[in-house]
T-cell receptor
């Protein structure tokens, strides 16, 4: 059974640009959550999607957005990149809205120069 | 006050000992509690979840929850060098909130 996949794995952008990250959940999983991980702040919740609807949102500015498609694949977008957006972005999927079976992908390492 | 607090460590224990990892949370309405393990350079992986007060055991791992004290802990019995990792506590009041993790080092 394939795990959660994220593309791209590494990304380098400059300030002011925008970026789109992609996440393919485990087959049969309908919930996708996104997290930002930095050394200083740790793992912070960005948002969660279930059946194409945003269920929950963390405390991030509106520059961070996401969506989920009918096949449960999800994308997150960050516009007007700032240096502080440099982080590991992790996606996790679960079968439903229970977190007791949540699996993380390998992450996308974003560097903003 | 941080919503989920953990001692950053490192917590160093000898092989075969019991490692005790602790976590406190601020939201009394929290209902679900999780422990994740994250090896260096890897993604977090879920190792335990607990919903009710008391202990929950799974192999060498025991999660303990005390909602009155807003405290959740993870005990690792017979610690092995392969248990060396960062352990993240996570709590759901309305969304999943992580602590910053405790680094565990198990030395032979």
């Amino acid at each position: 059974k394939a795990g959660v996949t994220q593309t791209p794995r590494y990304l380098i952008k400059t300030r002011g640009q925008q970026v789109t990250l992609s996440c393919s959940p485990i087959s049969g999983h309908r919930s996708v959550s996104w997290y930002q991980q930095t050394p200083g702040q740790g793992l912070q919740f960005l948002f969660e999607y279930f059946s194409e609807t945003q269920r929950n949102k963390g405390n991030f500015p509106g520059r961070f957005s996401g969506r989920q498609f009918s096949n449960s694949r999800s994308e997150m977008n960050v516009s007007t990149l700032e240096l502080g957006d440099s982080a590991l972005y992790l996606c996790a999927s679960s079968r439903d809205t229970d977190y007791n079976e949540q699996f993380f992908g390998p992450g996308t390492r974003l560097t903003v120069l | 006050q941080k919503e989920v607090e953990q001692n950053s460590g490192p917590l160093s224990v000898p092989e075969g000992a019991i490692a005790s990892l602790n976590c406190t949370y601020s939201d009394r309405g929290s209902q679900s509690f999780f422990w994740y393990r994250q090896y260096s350079g890897k993604s977090p992986e879920l190792i335990m979840f607990i919903y009710s007060n008391g202990d929950k055991e799974d192999g060498r791992f025991t999660a303990q929850l005390n909602k009155a004290s807003q405290y959740v802990s993870l005990l690792i019995r017979d610690s092995q060098p392969s248990d060396s990792a960062t352990y993240l506590c996570a709590v759901i009041p309305d969304k999943l909130i992580f602590g910053t993790g405790t680094r565990l080092q198990v030395f032979p």
